[in-house]
């Protein structure tokens, strides 16, 4: 698996396989793709930067066009669908190796879908990942080995160090004022078919 790209299987893996290169193309990466609902699914992209900045709303505005653009011809939805493209946002998942490895030293939430020693959730600081395995201190001091490709969800928890760390890449100083203006990127754009 392309440590580039979230660990997917099914419909959702076949959406992703169209629209990350389009992302590529503008710049963007995918960080999740969900199809979520049966009789007018709607699908779910989450996409940052290429250079690791935050997305804004006019962002998600072109990922969604583009994106929309390639599913209407390539069609692996069958009837109406709804898409809905945003940011990953401060407490992202972690979807991908890089994910791991750009946030280690965070705390994260994990869950694995096959229980190890026991367990199913964890709770911990990333260690990164590598080889299809990510990595957590848990509280005790002990570190855990998960499967990615086994991993049924993970995502960083919201801390002061956290967001700290997203001010900086928003270019916010320290006293919370903008060095430069920032467009938050939270807010999705949606796209009904």
Do not use: Y
């Not at 919201?158 to 467009?183: K, Q």
Request: glycine fraction near 8%.
């Amino acid at each position: 698996m392309d440590a580039d790209l979230p660990f997917l299987t099914g419909l959702d893996a076949k959406v992703a396989a169209l629209v990350a290169p389009v992302l590529a193309d503008m710049g963007f990466e995918l960080v999740r793709v969900a199809i979520l609902g049966r009789e007018s699914p709607t699908v779910q992209i989450m996409a940052d930067r290429a250079d690791g900045s935050l997305i804004a709303i006019e962002d998600c505005e072109q990922i969604s066009h583009a994106v929309g653009a390639v599913l209407d011809i390539e069609d692996p939805l069958p009837g109406a669908w709804t898409l809905e493209v945003s940011s990953a946002g401060i407490d992202r998942p972690l979807t991908r190796t890089k994910d791991w490895n750009r946030f280690a030293g965070h705390l994260a939430k994990a869950e694995v879908n096959i229980p190890i020693d026991g367990r199913k959730r964890f709770s911990g600081i990333l260690l990164g990942a590598e080889d299809g395995i990510g990595r957590l201190r848990l509280e005790d001091g002990t570190e855990v080995a998960l499967p990615l490709s086994d991993m049924r969800r993970a995502r960083l928890v919201l801390t002061d160090e956290l967001i700290a760390a997203s001010a900086h890449m928003m270019g916010v100083s320290d006293d919370g004022a903008p060095e430069t203006p920032v467009t938050p990127g939270e807010t999705p754009a949606r796209k009904t078919h």
